[in-house]
């Protein structure tokens, strides 16, 4: 029904700046929020940022003022904007959709790309 490719993810040193991409594709009119969430080795995954259908933003306290989430509807396209990144940053960053149909709802979620930040 949805399908999600990510891509932007890459090896960057400590305050460098990247920009993650989030392609959908399928019934994207069924999609309610998207959400970008990441996974670091031995930890739980977690949500960073996510923006919903009506362009409400909310952040995770640890990169908000750094990351920046946005859409581009025209392109069916989800951003995350990377600034000033931490060694902790380090992660599988995934891209999700909520989709809803009246109170019903699904989760989808990307292949996931690599975020390395390293000296």
């Known amino acids: 029904q949805v399908q999600l490719v990510e891509s932007g993810g890459g090896l960057v040193q400590p305050g460098g700046s990247l920009r993650l991409s989030c392609a959908t594709s399928g019934r994207v009119f069924s999609i309610n929020a998207v959400g970008w969430y990441r996974q670091a080795p031995g930890k739980e995954r977690e949500l960073v940022a996510a923006i919903n259908s009506g362009g409400s933003t909310n952040y995770a306290a640890s990169v908000k003022g750094r990351f920046t989430i946005s859409r581009d509807n025209a392109k069916n396209t989800v951003y995350l904007q990377m600034n000033s990144l931490k060694p902790e940053d380090t992660a599988v960053y995934y891209c999700?959709?909520?989709?809803?149909?009246?109170?019903?709802?699904?989760?989808?979620w990307g292949q996931g790309t690599q975020v390395t930040v390293s000296s």
């Open positions: 999700n959709a909520e989709t809803r149909i009246l109170t019903t709802t699904y989760d989808y």
